[in-house]
């Protein structure tokens, strides 16, 4: 039996929750959220897991930190509450060597998208020139066609030129060429890759949701390296994001730990989820 866990809303957890029971396969789901709240109890000293007063024993979990938070009243409630939630279901499933879960050691050192752009070169995949700054003013006129994004997520990628008018920024900052679109994704889902393009006309698709998705091989020349990756960040469950230059050769651009997958899934007919579902299964 796998035990799903995180938010109510999370669409991703939905489509896996669909194809789990296409598959006519066990599951026990713990959602949270404003209109659903389960009963959870740890015993500690017995090591014991219930949900809704009933002892569970799932030969595998997968665990999602809630960021479908709007609908809440109190969002900073409720940022504390999914982040509490998932680090009590997460912290039980981890300490079970028994129980298969996803990046069971990877939560002990953070994923820094810095690190990632190092580590990356290092085992031989292609970046963009790359600096960070908290300062504008010493970049040459060519970096206004350059984009700009924070070191630690949380914005939208956005064009130099948009910063211009404050060149002291409040936080340091990415400075890299604009590259060519399609954006490639690869999800590596425990021993397996699956690569999709994605087609926009926008800088950043997040900001419309603007874009087609289509799934696609895995190019020979970033499968094996991207693995060496992300068997040194200790990842069996990621997504890493690619853009090409001019001459179209796709250039590494960071590590997702926690990506969304319903659209992607959607584009291969619940491939996507079933590797999931079997990821969870070796």
Same mark, same amino acid.
């Given at each position: 039996?796998?035990?799903?866990?995180?938010?109510?809303?999370?669409?991703?957890?939905?489509?896996?929750?669909?194809?789990?029971? /296409?598959?006519?396969?066990?599951? =026990?789901?713990?959602?949270?959220?404003?209109?659903?709240?389960?009963?959870?109890?740890?015993?500690?000293?017995?090591?014991?897991?219930?949900?809704?007063?009933?002892?569970?024993?799932?030969?595998? =979990?997968?665990?999602?930190?809630?960021?479908?938070?709007?609908?809440?009243?109190?969002?900073?409630?409720?940022?504390?509450?999914?982040?509490?939630?998932?680090?009590?279901? #997460?912290?039980?499933?981890?300490?079970?060597?028994?129980?298969?879960?996803?990046?069971?050691?990877? /939560?002990? =050192?953070?994923?820094?998208?810095?690190?990632?752009?190092?580590?990356?070169?290092?085992?031989?995949?292609?970046?963009?020139?790359?600096?960070?700054?908290?300062?504008?003013?010493?970049?040459?006129?060519?970096?206004?066609?350059?984009?700009?994004?924070?070191?630690?997520?949380?914005?939208?990628?956005?064009?130099?030129?948009?910063?211009?008018?404050?060149?002291?920024?409040?936080?340091?900052?990415?400075?890299?060429?604009?590259?060519?679109?399609?954006?490639?994704?690869? /999800? #590596?889902?425990?021993?397996?890759?699956?690569?999709?393009?994605? /087609?926009?006309?926008?800088?950043?698709?997040?900001?419309?949701?603007?874009?087609?998705?289509?799934?696609?091989?895995?190019?020979?020349?970033?499968?094996?390296?991207?693995?060496?990756?992300?068997?040194?960040?200790?990842?069996?469950?990621?997504?890493?994001?690619?853009?090409?230059?001019?001459?179209?050769?796709?250039?590494?651009?960071?590590?997702?730990?926690?990506?969304?997958?319903?659209?992607?899934?959607?584009?291969?007919?619940?491939?996507? =989820?079933?590797?999931?579902?079997?990821?969870?299964?070796?």
């Amino acid at each position: 039996m796998i035990l799903v866990a995180g938010g109510q809303f999370d669409v991703n957890l939905r489509a896996l929750h669909e194809r789990l029971s /296409y598959r006519d396969i066990p599951f =026990c789901s713990l959602l949270v959220g404003p209109n659903q709240t389960p009963n959870l109890r740890i015993d500690i000293q017995g090591n014991r897991l219930e949900v809704n007063d009933s002892e569970i024993s799932p030969t595998a =979990c997968f665990i999602r930190h809630d960021v479908f938070l709007h609908q809440a009243s109190d969002r900073k409630r409720a940022q504390t509450s999914a982040l509490n939630w998932f680090q009590a279901v #997460r912290g039980w499933a981890v300490s079970q060597p028994s129980v298969r879960v996803f990046n069971r050691h990877s /939560y002990l =050192c953070e994923n820094n998208k810095v690190q990632n752009l190092l580590l990356a070169q290092a085992h031989g995949l292609p970046i963009p020139d790359t600096v960070v700054v908290n300062d504008l003013s010493n970049l040459d006129a060519s970096a206004e066609a350059m984009v700009h994004k924070p070191v630690a997520g949380g914005e939208y990628t956005g064009l130099v030129s948009e910063l211009r008018q404050s060149p002291a920024l409040d936080y340091p900052r990415f400075i890299q060429p604009r590259l060519q679109r399609p954006e490639m994704r690869i /999800y #590596r889902i425990g021993p397996a890759l699956m690569a999709f393009w994605l /087609y926009s006309s926008e800088l950043d698709y997040r900001r419309t949701q603007d874009v087609e998705i289509v799934h696609t091989a895995v190019p020979h020349t970033i499968g094996n390296d991207l693995i060496r990756l992300l068997d040194h960040l200790e990842l069996d469950f990621a997504a890493a994001d690619f853009m090409a230059d001019e001459e179209g050769t796709l250039h590494f651009l960071e590590v997702n730990t926690q990506p969304m997958f319903a659209a992607f899934d959607r584009a291969t007919h619940g491939k996507l =989820c079933d590797a999931i579902i079997d990821g969870l299964s070796y």
